[in-house]
């Protein structure tokens, strides 16, 4: 597709369960971010790919979560003993400059309930 | 501590009315972004400013980076129920990839 792709676009689960969220990124794009959005804010840093490796991983709140993007293209956000905190919707974005954010192409974002 | 204030924080107006919303910081900013929100999408890039005092115009919405490049505004004339979404602005420091994000401002036109 021409634009971000986020998978999937709803996911429910149980507190304690483990979550997967995917992002496919524009083609080509090298950098690629996700980010936490709750209702009424604004997008939350978690973490920075350029390539294949997390450039900046700072925004991570814990380490439940971690996210990997092995050969430079798509990217899975993991997040084990899901709490009831992490709801929200995940947004991931990709753009294709290494020098600066430029302008960043955002997915539709995948919302996570915790119940 | 928030680094980029947006106030007001939700604005709601009638059809034809004039409006501005702020982005505000007491850092410098290499760059500013807005970005606009609508419901269930992604945010969508409208402008970046780049040089202190920029005016930027897309149709009817102007944007301005202050002189010190620390602070942008947004006014919208005439506004119209399209124009109904959450006006994000994020600013970039020293040009890395960081963006630091605004919470936004959630804007209603009502007809």
């Known amino acids: 597709g021409a634009g971000v792709s986020q998978t999937p676009s709803n996911k429910v689960t149980e507190k304690g369960k483990y979550v997967e969220l995917r992002c496919d990124p524009i083609?080509?794009?090298?950098?690629l971010y996700w980010y936490r959005q709750s209702l009424g804010q604004g997008p939350e840093f978690l973490i920075y790919f350029q390539g294949t490796g997390a450039a900046d991983d700072s925004g991570l709140p814990n380490d439940r979560f971690f996210a990997v993007r092995p050969e430079g293209s798509v990217s899975t956000l993991k997040i084990q003993r899901t709490e009831r905190g992490d709801s929200a919707v995940y947004l991931c974005?990709?753009?294709?400059?290494?020098?600066?954010?430029?302008?960043?192409?955002f997915g539709e974002g995948s919302r996570l309930t915790v119940l | 501590t928030q680094l980029l204030e947006q106030s007001p924080q939700f604005l709601s107006i009638q059809e034809g009315e004039n409006l501005t919303v702020y982005c505000n910081s007491s850092?410098?900013?290499?760059?500013l972004q807005w970005y606009r929100q609508e419901p269930g999408e992604g945010p969508v890039l409208l402008v970046t400013?780049?040089?202190g005092g920029e005016v930027k115009k897309l149709k009817r919405l102007t944007f301005q980076f202050g002189d010190a490049r620390k602070d942008s505004s947004l006014h919208i004339t005439a506004a119209q129920p399209g124009d109904t979404g959450l006006y994000l602005c994020?600013?970039?420091?020293?040009?890395?990839?960081?963006?630091?994000w605004g919470a936004g401002t959630k804007l209603i036109i009502k007809p």
């Open positions: 850092s410098v900013f290499s760059s």
């Open positions: 974005a990709s753009s294709s400059g290494p020098t600066g954010p430029g302008e960043l192409f």
């Open positions: 994020a600013g970039v420091r020293d040009s890395n990839y960081q963006l630091i």
């Open positions: 083609s080509g794009h090298t950098a």
């Open positions: 400013v780049v040089t």
